[in-house]
């Protein structure tokens, strides 16, 4: 799949700055980008077609990102597709629970929008053509 029809599913509770993501990565490479403002949102709209990846927040009230996570893992629709946490609590998750949640990676909050599509690119290893 060529970078320009790239399909993301950014989960967040913050409105503006799923906005933000959403309009930078359109603008900037091309990317769709389905937003959802909850963790049971995520949830209903991952599975509502196919999917390159999930930027997940961790910190969200009801299902947070981490109870998000298991749920998508546990659906064999979403098992597979790639989710990079996108947080302000970084520290929360260490590298062994990163390998044991099946994250590809961490983008810290507060992060500059001009380098989110190289960011997630290098994380799952997408080129940048």
Do not use: C
């Not at 967040?12 to 403002?37: H, M, P, R």
């Amino acid at each position: 799949m060529s970078p320009s029809t790239r399909v993301l599913l950014s989960i967040d509770d913050d409105e503006t700055l799923s906005f933000i993501i959403q309009t930078t990565l359109k603008l900037t490479v091309g990317w769709t980008v389905i937003t959802a403002n909850s963790g049971h949102d995520g949830l209903r709209k991952a599975v509502t077609q196919p999917l390159d990846a999930i930027l997940l927040d961790v910190e969200m009230p009801e299902l947070d990102g981490v109870e998000t996570l298991y749920a998508l893992r546990m659906n064999p629709a979403t098992l597979y597709i790639p989710v990079v946490f996108l947080t302000g609590s970084h520290e929360r998750i260490t590298s062994l629970s990163q390998r044991h949640l099946g994250i590809k990676g961490i983008i810290d909050k507060p992060f500059d929008p001009m380098l989110l599509a190289s960011q997630i690119a290098i994380i799952l290893g997408w080129s940048e053509r």
